[in-house]
T-cell receptor
Framework: GAGVSQSPSNKVTEKGKDVELRCDPISGHTALYWYRQSLGQGLEFLIYFQGNSAPDKSGLPSDRFSAERTGGSVSTLTIQRTQQEDSAVYLC????????????FGNGTRLTVT | QKEVEQDPGPLSVPEGAIVSLNCTYSNSAFQYFMWYRQYSRKGPELLMYTYSSGNKEDGRFTAQVDKSSKYISLFIRDSQPSDSATYLCAPIKAAGNKLTFGGGTRVLVKP
């Protein structure tokens, strides 16, 4: 595709439920990132995948959060037992992974936990 | 203290004015500097990418880096209502793999 695609664009869920957010990066991009943006806040790094290397999970806020990237392409961010403080926009980005190549972002998934 | 600081704004200017945006950082390991623009309900899009101290121009946009002061700026000349957005600065380390974002400055250009 032409850009990074994320689905769903909006998700409303009840507290305690699990949610899965999907990211389809730009074709050929080896690096994939998840960020979280809370209302009026900057972007908070969550997790980074680069090729076949072990992911950098240093930004995941708790063990309720996990992510996987299958076949080096599509990624899924899973939040278990959602809490109200998980409400935010979850942004996915990809890059070519070479040097300090810039990130290309999707439009995010707006998650609301009621 | 956050690693990257920006005034949240909003910064309101009349159409045609110069917009001046600033960003400070504390980590001297940051060597590359990016500016992203984010429209409401959209993902950030790369606007400028610079490495060295000094100025870099791209159309109506100029990015300025002063590594000695850990201070970066973005100037928008002849501002347009379509420039109304949030501008995020994002430095990265030379051997880094993830951007550290400032909180962003919201800009409103009034016709």
């Amino acid at each position: 595709g032409a850009g990074v695609s994320q689905s769903p664009s909006n998700k409303v869920t009840e507290k305690g439920k699990d949610v899965e957010l999907r990211c389809d990066p730009i074709s050929g991009h080896t690096a994939l990132y998840w960020y979280r943006q809370s209302l009026g806040q900057g972007l908070e790094f969550l997790i980074y995948f680069q090729g076949n290397s072990a992911p950098d999970k240093s930004g995941l806020p708790s063990d309720r959060f996990s992510a996987e990237r299958t076949g080096g392409s599509v990624s899924t961010l899973t939040i278990q037992r959602t809490q109200q403080e998980d409400s935010a926009v979850y942004l996915c980005a990809s890059s070519s992974g070479t040097g300090n190549s810039p990130l290309h972002f999707g439009n995010g998934t707006r998650l609301t936990v009621t | 203290q956050k690693e990257v600081e920006q005034d949240p704004g909003p910064l309101s200017v009349p159409e045609g004015a110069i917009v001046s945006l600033n960003c400070t950082y504390s980590n001297s390991a940051f060597q590359y500097f990016m500016w992203y623009r984010q429209y409401s309900r959209k993902g950030p899009e790369l606007l400028m990418y610079t490495y060295s101290s000094g100025n870099k121009e791209d159309g109506r946009f100029t990015a300025q880096v002063d590594k000695s002061s850990k201070y970066i700026s973005l100037f928008i000349r002849d501002s347009q209502p379509s420039d109304s957005a949030t501008y995020l600065c994002a430095p990265i380390k030379a051997a880094g793999n993830k951007l550290t974002f400032g909180g962003g400055t919201r800009v409103l250009v009034k016709p």
